[in-house]
């Protein structure tokens, strides 16, 4: 099979399009037949060895950890899915293999696409998707009716953060830059400010949560910013472990990192609205599998709009 690989850690020229063995599922696991996969920053920092903690220094590696498409064999054990049925497959960053023809992964992290939703959409959802819906609802404890900021309001984990936050009934400011304050808009977000012009943490505004998609702030610097019981939660979690241990034994606004969890229900849950149209998926460029280099440089750059997509298979 065709799949993008790495033979050791480093920049966009140590990745290689090439033939490499298909899967075979263990017990318990399924083989996808990748239709479509979806481009999220942890791989380009998976390919840099930043998170070589979890990754290790065995190779060949298969990037990607999204996918989505149909099963195309099951391993011993593996009863949920039969062959034929429309997934999505989150891998962990140990196990990776998504940006191939074929994906391989424990069962227990695959889950159905509902009816209606394209794969190339459907790929998008898991990290991005379930980061924006866990923020806001577990870390964050969103309800109706609260004032909530969005920062990086045009990324991957952002633009689904606004239409999650629209479902929750809350107040929805997003920031962004100029050149995506439209595009912020027309994803439902009451108040647009374009970074480049106004410091959201320096105006008077106060917001009951203000979950910070792209970390380009920090809880000390949104302080101000939060209203006195405000929650602020950060996708980069290192970034903010001090300011959650402080502010956890001290009363008032509160910092929380967050690590997303595969979990299906919350799957169903974004499926579902996907469904209903309440959450679109903004889909930045598809690029096929031969472009993954590009798609990665892409992200990299920091300027995604919605999500990148590799098609594997039309
Ligand atoms: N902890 C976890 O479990 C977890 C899970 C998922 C993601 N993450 C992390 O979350 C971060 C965001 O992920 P993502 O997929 O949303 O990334 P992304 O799609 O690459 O984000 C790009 C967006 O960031 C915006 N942006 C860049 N600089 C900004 C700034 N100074 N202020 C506001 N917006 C800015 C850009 O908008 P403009 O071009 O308009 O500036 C662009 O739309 C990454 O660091 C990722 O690794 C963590």
Redesign the pocket.
Known sequence: MKAAVISRYGGNEVVEVKDVPAPVPARGEVLVRVHAASV???DW?VREGQVRIFTGSKFPKVLGCECAGEIFETGPGATKFRKGDRVVMYTSVRRLGAFAEYGCTSGDRVYPVTDGIPFEQAACLP??GL?ALQSLRDHGRIAAGQKVLI????????HFAVQIAKVFGAEVTG???G??VDLVKGLGADKVID?GNVDFTRGSERYDLIFD?????SFWKCRRALAPAGIYVS???NATIVAQIVTTILPGRKAR????KPNGADMAWIMDRVRDGKVKVVIEQPYPLDRVKDALAA?ES??????IVIEVMS
């Open positions: 999220n920053p942890v920092k990290i991005a980061t920062n990086g309001a045009s990324g991957g984990v952002g920031v962004t830059s050149r995506n970074y998609a792209v970390s380009r702030s996708t980069l979690p990192q967050m690590w997303v992200s920091g300027r995604t709009r919605g999500k």
